[in-house]
């Protein structure tokens, strides 16, 4: 019997090569290349008056200087305007971008006002200190309740600092729960925070201007993406640019935005200066030049029955979407639609306003916008629940969407521009897995009796719906060589996932050889052009099936040629351990075909290039000479391109569950018990799943108990360092209990969703909701640190105190 490869928990191929060093990363490229440093405005709001080089002038090295004027006298006018807006959206009705280095006024802490060409790093840091820029200073516009007020204006020509105003709403929200028997109303609050990927974002260009062509390798989630916007900014043919993606240590969606300045300056200085050049991004220039994610105020009001039935919801929010909208309002569209998580809403109204501040921008990390969305639905869940005295996981599960309800349209607008419609799920079955992995029936026993020692210790259950695979397309290429190796490529890069082993398990699986044997090239635009991009989970359900179906293309064309050589019919063929042979034969009465030789019979060769091709040329004695080498309908090779375009967004779901203690004195909190159940359809490799979970978790928590960009009143911002921005270490990451359910897509070939932000999602909520459980009073911000902890002690006794 053949070795499976789908659903089998393989080892990943590429771990050795990453983990010992052997990664070939940004960085690892370009020796001798110019090197490139930034003068980035160390203003948060401020009009550039001057900009003196003279004292870097005599830096020896240097090689050049240049500012937004040098872009403005470009031949090509391209390269100074704004940078794309990627995304537009009707309701962005200010979008505002920013150009590659600042045009006369800088926006916020970090924007990249000089660009330093020199011999190397050193040389080019060491001129951009001698640069004096004067600046105006100007009102800084810091935080959301600042931006609501619009004393200030971050853009002169946007008075209200609303860049964005949506409304989506199913029924009539506000009727439902003025005549609701109970109501509440929640003020709650998620500070911003960043993905901090280990390597930061980098360029390195090559122009040949013999043969005008650029090539540019970049640190990037979007390789292909990238390679149209050069040619564009760059006026260039497409097919004179190539953008390739080498590893990439990490991206978390902040390499998704393309192009990133650094990403047309690179490549134009090297064409400018007919020379190599090559930037990588230092820690803290991705704290305050990278883009940042998370910060929204919310406000919930919803009315439930008395079994707790939510009968009407109305979420007002404000997102704070930084200084600039590159990337649209993806962000909150995705917190306004998949906050709904599993539940059926009865009628539902949401509108947001998308704020401009003079703070770093934001665009979609890991989870982008659904951690907002959960912790909104999960605190309102444990609000009712509290009201009514009833178990939190009760109401839960009173309000779920029902299996037999799928797919469930929730008559929205998702975030791919199509119907918020879920196409599979078993919530209740998840649920009963959550409580019996994590013991919640029994856990009232547990709190007593750590109450009569003194102990605080609570539970919490958060659960979310996660969209994943979005749109539009993504490609694959598969061809069988004449030694009978398989080689996939694909345009849609990675960053640690795991692709290569996941694609090859999929084409082994689907073309019957050994996942040995088959090699996987991603993010290359030299060997595919056309791709997306990786985020949003959809690299399994987008490539994944783009394998599948070119895979299965090739397979049949196998079948054929081995067909006419054997002459059986294809129907009666099968393919096994890379042999093609007759069904229900036994190996030992029918040797068959093996793969490589039916790839020599695809390509009538008129040249023997080696023995196999021998088999091929025109006295071998293979052809049928009734027929012309090739048909019409036909070409060489044993090889094929193929597309997956799915009709709307597939929807994994999951369920977590957390034991904490917090310390009475210290308040600190300790995680004790993590759980979590997961359904992202069928799965292609449960280990890697399972790694995903993981890394997603540790990020949760880092987001839900550590991490947060603060600023301070003139938008400075304070931690931009590891000292002071704190990351979970793996000391404060928990064993993680995983169970997994499976509802297969009916959307794809594959029946797969996507696994890669779940961990991430519902962290803020779940925290927020043990906490609450272990203290007796309602946590409504996130993150919580000990002494934020410990404040709010003081701030319920107080309260306690005047009842």
Same mark, same amino acid.
């Given at each position: ?27 690892? *490229? ?58 537009? /959206? ?7 971008? !920013?150009?590659?280095?600042?045009? $006369?006024?800088?926006? /916020?802490? #970090? ?19 001698? +640069? ?28 209200? !600092? ?86 990439? $240590? ?73 200084? @600039?909208?590159?990337?649209? +309002? ?25 704020? @401009? ?11 982008? #916008? ?19 005295? *009833? ?19 929730? /008559? ?175 190996? %030992? ?75 009475? %004195? ?11 159940? /997961? ?8 280990? +890697?799943? %399972? ?23 003139? $938008? ?88």
């Amino acid at each position: 019997m053949a070795t499976r490869a789908f659903g089998v928990p393989m080892t990943r191929r590429e771990d050795p090569r990453l983990v010992s060093g052997n990664g070939r990363y940004l960085d690892d *490229l370009g020796e001798g290349a110019l090197a490139v440093a930034f003068v980035r405005s160390p203003h948060a709001h401020a009009r550039i008056l001057d900009v003196d080089v003279t004292d870097a002038l005599e830096v020896e090295g240097l090689v050049a200087i240049y500012t937004y004027e040098d872009l403005a006298d470009d031949p090509n006018p391209r390269v100074s305007e704004p940078l794309p807006l990627l995304i537009p /959206h009707p309701a962005l009705h200010a979008p505002r971008v !920013n150009t590659p280095l600042a045009d $006369g006024i800088v926006r /916020h802490v #970090g924007e990249a006002v000089v660009m330093v060409v020199a011999a190397d790093r050193y040389v080019a840091e060491d001129a951009c200190d001698r +640069i004096r820029v004067e600046y105006e200073a100007l009102p800084a516009v810091v935080g959301l309740p600042a931006a609501r007020e619009a004393a200030h204006r971050v853009h002169a020509d946007v008075p209200d !600092n609303v860049s964005a105003h949506l409304v989506q709403e199913v029924g009539d929200a506000p009727a439902a729960i003025a005549a609701a028997p109970h109501t509440l109303s929640l003020d709650l609050d998620i500070e911003r925070s960043a993905s901090m990927p280990m390597e930061g974002k980098g360029v390195y260009a090559r122009w040949d201007a013999g043969d005008r062509s650029l090539r540019v390798y970049t640190s990037t989630q979007a390789s292909t993406s990238v390679r149209f916007a050069l040619a564009a900014k760059l006026d260039l043919p497409v097919d004179r640019v190539e953008v390739i993606a080498p590893d990439v $240590g990490g991206g978390f969606g902040v390499k998704i935005v393309h192009p990133w300045p650094e990403e047309v300056l690179i490549p134009w200085a090297a064409i400018k200066l007919g020379r190599e050049v090559k930037w990588v991004e230092d820690r803290r220039e991705h704290f305050i030049s990278s883009t940042h994610e998370r910060g929204q105020l919310q406000k919930v009001t919803v009315g439930f029955d008395d079994e707790g039935h939510v009968l009407g919801l109305d979420v007002e929010f404000w997102h704070d979407n930084g200084a @600039y909208t590159p990337y649209g +309002i993806i962000v909150p569209i995705v917190t306004s639609t998949q906050l709904l998580g599993p539940y059926k809403p009865g009628a539902y109204r949401v509108e947001f306003r998308s704020m @401009y501040t003079n703070t770093v921008t934001v665009t979609p990390y890991r989870g982008a #916008g659904r951690p907002q969305g959960v912790f909104a639905m999960e605190r309102t869940m444990d609000a009712i629940a509290d009201r009514l005295g *009833l178990d939190r996981a009760e109401v839960r599960r009173r309000n779920f969407i029902q299996p037999e309800d799928m797919p469930y349209d929730h /008559h929205l607008t998702f975030q791919d521009g199509r119907p918020l419609i879920y196409d599979s799920g078993d919530y209740p079955t998840s649920l009963e897995k959550i409580k019996a992995l994590v013991g919640w029936d029994e856990f009232e026993a547990i709190r007593d009796a750590a109450r009569a020692e003194g102990r605080k210790v609570g539970i919490g259950l958060a659960c979310y719906v996660e969209g994943t695979g979005p749109g539009p397309y993504e490609g694959a290429f598969v061809r069988v060589e004449t030694t009978g190796k398989v080689v996939v490529a694909t345009g849609l890069t990675t960053q640690g996932q795991g692709h290569e082993t996941v694609f090859a398990q999929i084409a082994a699986e689907e073309l019957g050889v050994p996942v040995d044997d088959v090699s996987v090239t991603t993010g290359d635009t030299r060997r595919f052009k056309y791709a997306v991009g990786t985020f949003a989970s959809r690299a399994a359900v987008m490539s994944g099936n783009a394998v599948a179906l070119t895979a299965r293309k090739v397979r049949a064309k196998a079948l054929r040629i081995a067909g006419e050589a054997l002459e059986v019919d294809p129907k009666d063929l099968e393919i096994v351990d890379g042999v093609v042979r007759v069904k229900g034969m036994p190996p %030992e009465a029918h040797e068959g075909i093996p793969l490589r030789t039916v790839a020599v019979l695809s390509n009538p060769l008129r040249y023997a290039f080696d023995e196999e091709a021998k088999r091929a040329t025109q006295f071998a004695g293979t052809a049928d000479l009734t027929k012309p080498p090739i048909d019409e309908d036909d070409e060489p090779g044993l090889e094929a391109v193929d597309y997956y375009s799915p009709i709307r967004s597939t929807f994994a779901s999951g369920m977590h569950a957390a034991v904490v203690e917090t310390d009475p %004195e210290t308040a600190e909190i300790k995680i004790l018990r993590y759980c979590v159940v /997961h359904d992202c359809g069928t799965l292609i490799n449960p280990r +890697i799943v %399972e790694g995903q979970i993981h890394g997603g978790v540790a990020q949760g928590v880092g987001g839900a108990l550590y991490e947060r960009i603060v600023y301070d009143e003139n $938008g400075q911002p304070l931690n931009a360092s590891y000292m002071d921005f704190l990351i979970p270490y793996a000391s404060e990451v928990p064993t993680i209990e995983t169970d997994h359910l499976e509802t297969p897509s009916p959307l794809n070939p594959l029946g797969v969703k996507g696994a890669g932000e779940a961990g991430v999602i519902p962290s803020a909520a779940l925290f927020a909701s043990a906490i609450s459980d272990a203290e007796g009073f309602f946590v409504t911000r996130m993150p919580i640190s000990p002494s934020e902890l410990w404040a709010l002690r003081e701030q319920n006794a107080l309260l306690e105190g005047t009842k």
